[in-house]
């Protein structure tokens, strides 16, 4: 018997090296990044796509606010609340300072400038499909952009949430998702693709999540319940979104919805984003969620 016990703990803890060890935040090689000139005008339109404003603002900022990226937005999650980081060129507070490879690995890798696992609160499953390209323009963007030396507010989780070692086990269950839509696209649709599920990441909202919160890629864009269980968030799929091209390219621009309403809570900001792409862009989104698989 104590035979037997020697050998179950020997296994175990073999077991859970192994977990330690595959689960040990990994991250990217960076060096074609380096290589790469930044385009400023361009990244602000991946900055706009990508909305990262609508997080890491200072919550209910307008105007040209919106680019004071000081953080403080409080995200309500059944794993506890989530206050976005201060990213502004501030070297202190913010990400002034960060090469791109540090940026690349918070945006893409989800590991954090300390080199830990970084929460999936910040959508980097979306963002690893960004073109290396528009990275570099995004980082090349931020510079631009005023410090703020406002202090990040700690994150406020229930154990073992609380512990960033636990995330590696989360990467191994979410693994890394290819688009959703395949096949033989036109152009059109792989632009729209590109823009919805890679850069303004519609399914991080719009997509049931599973047990662990992974998204159910199955169920893309099918509804989902958002902020810890209070906010109801529609289905866009076909079955549901029945509107017409026009009444779909109205909404994401300017938020009415056909029935005289207007786009409310996350979403609203999510319009304000919209607006500052060309019109070729939310067409192309808009051909997008049109030929998106429909989920009554
Ligand atoms: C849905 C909300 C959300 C969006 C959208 C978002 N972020 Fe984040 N971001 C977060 C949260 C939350 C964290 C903190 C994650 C953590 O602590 O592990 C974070 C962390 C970061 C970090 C690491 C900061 C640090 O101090 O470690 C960077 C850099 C960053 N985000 C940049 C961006 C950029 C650039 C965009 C747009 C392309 C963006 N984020 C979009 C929520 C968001
Ligand atoms: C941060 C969360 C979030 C993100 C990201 C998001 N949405 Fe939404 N969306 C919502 C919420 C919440 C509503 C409901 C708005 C309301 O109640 O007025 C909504 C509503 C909509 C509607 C109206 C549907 C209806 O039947 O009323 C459309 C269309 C839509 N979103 C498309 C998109 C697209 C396309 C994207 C990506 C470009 C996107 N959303 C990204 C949260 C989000």
Same mark, same amino acid.
């Given at each position: 018997?104590?035979?037997?016990?020697?050998?179950?703990?020997?296994?175990?803890?073999?077991?859970?090296?192994?977990?330690?060890?595959?689960?040990?935040?990994?991250?990217?090689?960076?060096?074609?990044?380096?290589?790469?000139?930044?385009?400023?005008?361009?990244?602000?339109?991946?900055?706009?796509?990508?909305?990262?404003?609508?997080?890491?603002?200072?919550?209910?900022?307008?105007?040209?606010?919106?680019?004071?990226?000081?953080?403080?937005?409080?995200?309500?999650?059944?794993?506890?609340?989530?206050?976005?980081?201060?990213?502004?060129?501030?070297?202190?507070?913010?990400?002034? $300072?960060?090469?791109?490879?540090?940026?690349?690995?918070?945006?893409?890798? $989800?590991?954090? $400038?300390? $080199?830990?696992?970084?929460?999936?609160?910040?959508?980097?499953?979306?963002?690893?499909?960004?073109?290396?390209?528009?990275?570099?323009?995004?980082?090349?963007?931020?510079?631009?952009?005023?410090?703020?030396?406002?202090?990040?507010?700690?994150?406020?989780?229930?154990?073992?949430?609380?512990?960033?070692?636990?995330?590696?086990?989360?990467?191994?269950?979410?693994?890394?998702?290819?688009?959703?839509?395949?096949?033989?696209?036109?152009?059109?649709?792989?632009?729209?693709?590109?823009?919805?599920?890679?850069?303004?990441?519609?399914?991080?909202?719009?997509?049931?999540?599973?047990?662990?919160?992974?998204?159910?890629?199955?169920?893309?864009?099918?509804?989902?319940?958002?902020?810890?269980?209070?906010?109801?968030?529609?289905?866009?799929?076909?079955?549901?979104?029945?509107?017409?091209?026009?009444?779909?390219?109205?909404?994401?621009?300017?938020?009415?919805?056909?029935?005289?309403?207007?786009?409310?809570?996350?979403?609203?900001?999510?319009?304000?984003?919209?607006?500052?792409?060309?019109?070729?862009?939310?067409?192309?989104?808009?051909?997008?969620?049109?030929?998106?698989?429909?989920?009554?």
């Amino acid at each position: 018997m104590p035979r037997l016990l020697r050998t179950l703990a020997v296994i175990g803890l073999m077991a859970a090296t192994f977990v330690w060890y595959v689960t040990l935040p990994a991250v990217r090689d960076t060096s074609a990044l380096e290589a790469l000139t930044g385009n400023p005008v361009n990244g602000e339109m991946v900055f706009w796509a990508s909305g990262c404003a609508s997080c890491h603002m200072a919550p209910g900022a307008t105007g040209a606010d919106q680019l004071i990226l000081a953080g403080g937005l409080a995200l309500p999650t059944q794993f506890g609340t989530f206050y976005a980081p201060n990213i502004s060129s501030d070297r202190e507070q913010g990400i002034g $300072g960060w090469s791109i490879a540090a940026f690349a690995h918070a945006l893409q890798d $989800g590991v954090t $400038g300390d $080199g830990a696992h970084e929460y999936p609160a910040m959508p980097y499953l979306a963002y690893v499909k960004m073109a290396p390209q528009d990275l570099v323009d995004l980082k090349t963007f931020l510079d631009t952009l005023p410090a703020s030396a406002t202090p990040n507010i700690p994150h406020d989780l229930t154990f073992p949430f609380s512990l960033r070692s636990t995330l590696g086990v989360w990467k191994l269950w979410a693994g890394q998702p290819d688009y959703v839509m395949t096949g033989d696209l036109p152009p059109v649709l792989t632009r729209g693709r590109y823009l919805a599920e890679a850069l303004a990441h519609c399914g991080e909202c719009h997509t049931p999540r599973d047990e662990l919160g992974a998204l159910r890629q199955s169920a893309w864009l099918s509804g989902a319940v958002i902020d810890a269980g209070k906010v109801k968030v529609p289905n866009i799929t076909p079955a549901k979104l029945v509107w017409t091209q026009e009444e779909i390219f109205t909404y994401l621009t300017t938020g009415s919805t056909p029935e005289f309403d207007y786009a409310g809570g996350a979403m609203a900001h999510v319009v304000d984003n919209l607006a500052h792409l060309p019109k070729s862009d939310i067409m192309a989104i808009v051909a997008y969620l049109r030929a998106a698989h429909p989920i009554p």
